[in-house]
């Protein structure tokens, strides 16, 4: 039996935020634990997975999804347990994930719901078997071809996508080369993920040097986290028919001005090369393929991966920041 | 016989223009003849192609060619006559193209050589059964990926390329929008081409709401020859899985600044869309196929061009700014 506290803790937005959230843009409340209706199941969420893709969600504008409304509970992946079901082939104890958002409860339908298999678990169901290696896995490989004895460059590389494409680019036999923003996370990508160079940007005195050192033939595939000047840089270094990926844009989320495009996007053409975005959800379909080999490549021990688990619900706000100051070791979820 | 002056008139690169060409960025230089050699022919040009790329190789900047040299025969594209061959297969009085230059006499190699089959018109063969007419059909259909019932919308349309761009999407069922920049041009894309609405980018008071208004239903495919606020503000209203086909960008040619990147680039993330560039001499080996379709669709009547030639190579320094400046009216070229 689980353990069931009186009430369920919901975070709602209350503002939009300017620039970065401030605690002021978010609502703490105590709702009455939900009843599931006939066809619905209960689910205690247990993690949260925070995502840079949240700080768009609040923005007062049209997206992939619509924005979050104010008062709304804060949009996001949980992986929860069932407690109560009302819902044929669900069973209190079985574990799930879902879009159950900023709360300690929500009612869920069948087509919300995906079951996790026995034996995984519920923190590597939102990491490397869950949305982020799913990412990794159909950015790098469908959006972006990659070929055998490529070039992969990958932005934001030692954040829970990043980390994952280039011990994809190894595994696929490719020269992976990674940006990120600490020394620390530079060792630990080439220490420990088998990395075979990383730029740390912060410290790099001339960026587009680094890569050309770096990436002695050019990137043939540019995987794409954080947008802005990085990406603009990369554009010089493409290869001919070069794939560059849109995962994400993390540098300019929090940005009050207007940001720049990417002022070298006419190496496209003198490369014939290609820029395309992509959202994991589009490859639905083809989860479990991808599920199969990223948990053979986990279980050979060819895939690693770090979690930074914040313990509460209540510290949800503040630790999502930490996605924005590069503080982050690894996925970042929330225990709840 | 064809009769031969006595010298070759040469214009050659004298400086790197800052801005728009000036007329002290070229020079003009009289030379003997040159005499073919073993395998090789003298061509006699008759029609040299102004073309907006030209601005781009006077830069000193690798690009997808490598810049012209300061001193040497400016590049272009030009249709001739053979006058002299010591090459087996061609003869005297055979038309053929190839980037010959800027310059009234060249000696060729096989390789450097096209045959212009019997019956076409040298300015068709620059035109819409040459590079503009192969360039927008290959970007349109193969980098664009176009279907049946989309929307393509087209910048530059007034202009070589983007006038055939509209006319093939027609031709295959799609509704065609064209950006040009005067009520001249906008009204012979809409009355006698067939475009479905044309935008003035001069006097719409707001580009945006206007691509709105004749892109009901978004853009799939997005032609660009322009680059800039206009590439920029069409990215607002892509489709899913849109395409973005880069073919050029003549607004930036003669920036002295740094031009601007597409900020809405993220754009390409939300709609799961593509941004790619091009060259037309990528598609060498298909050259055959296209051209049969496109002199097909010339001889059914479906598709229509303008002219706009110039006479006098020493003329050609001036011309070309009229590809600036947008006062050409359709495929601007020299009468040597």
Not at 129 to 136: D, I, N, Q, R, Y
Not at 160 to 184: L, P, Y
Not at 198 to 226: M, Q
């Amino acid at each position: 039996m689980t353990q069931t506290p009186d009430t369920n803790l919901q975070i709602r937005l209350a503002a939009r935020p300017k620039g970065l959230p401030q605690e002021s843009d978010f609502q703490f409340v105590e709702e009455p634990i939900p009843q599931p209706g006939e066809g619905q199941v209960l689910v205690k969420n247990l993690y949260l997975s925070l995502d840079p893709a949240m700080r768009g969600w609040m923005n007062d504008r049209k997206s992939y999804v619509p924005p979050i409304g104010i008062g709304e509970v804060m949009r996001g992946l949980t992986v929860g347990e069932v407690v109560e079901s009302r819902l044929p082939g669900f069973a209190p104890g079985d574990l799930v994930s879902g879009i159950f958002g900023w709360q300690r409860y929500a009612v869920a339908r069948a087509k919300d719901l995906s079951r996790i298999p026995p034996g995984i678990p519920p923190t590597v169901a939102l990491g490397p078997l869950g949305m982020t290696g799913l990412t990794a896995y159909f950015g790098l490989l469908e959006v972006g071809q990659l070929k055998a004895n490529e070039t992969v460059l990958v932005s934001g590389a030692a954040g829970a996508v990043g980390s994952i494409v280039g011990q994809i680019a190894k595994i696929k036999g490719c020269r992976a080369v990674g940006i990120a923003g600490t020394d620390d996370k530079c060792r630990w990508l080439t220490e420990d993920l088998g990395f075979d160079a990383i730029i740390n940007y912060k410290t790099a005195k001339d960026l587009h040097e680094e890569i050309r050192r770096t990436c002695p033939k050019g990137i043939d595939v540019y995987f794409d986290n954080v947008g802005g000047e990085i990406l603009d840089t990369a554009l010089r270094s493409l290869t001919f028919h070069a794939r560059v990926v849109i995962c994400g844009a993390i540098s300019t989320y929090n940005a009050t001005e207007p940001p720049k495009g990417p002022a070298n996007y006419l190496a496209l053409l003198v490369q014939r090369a290609r820029m395309e975005g992509f959202l994991v959800m589009d490859f639905h379909a083809r989860y479990p393929e991808a599920q199969a080999e990223l948990g053979r490549w986990l279980a050979e021990g060819k895939l690693h991966y770090r979690e930074d688990v914040v313990e509460g619900l209540e510290n949800a706000p503040k630790a999502l920041l930490r996605l924005f100051d590069g503080s982050n070791a690894g996925k970042l979820m929330v225990r709840i």
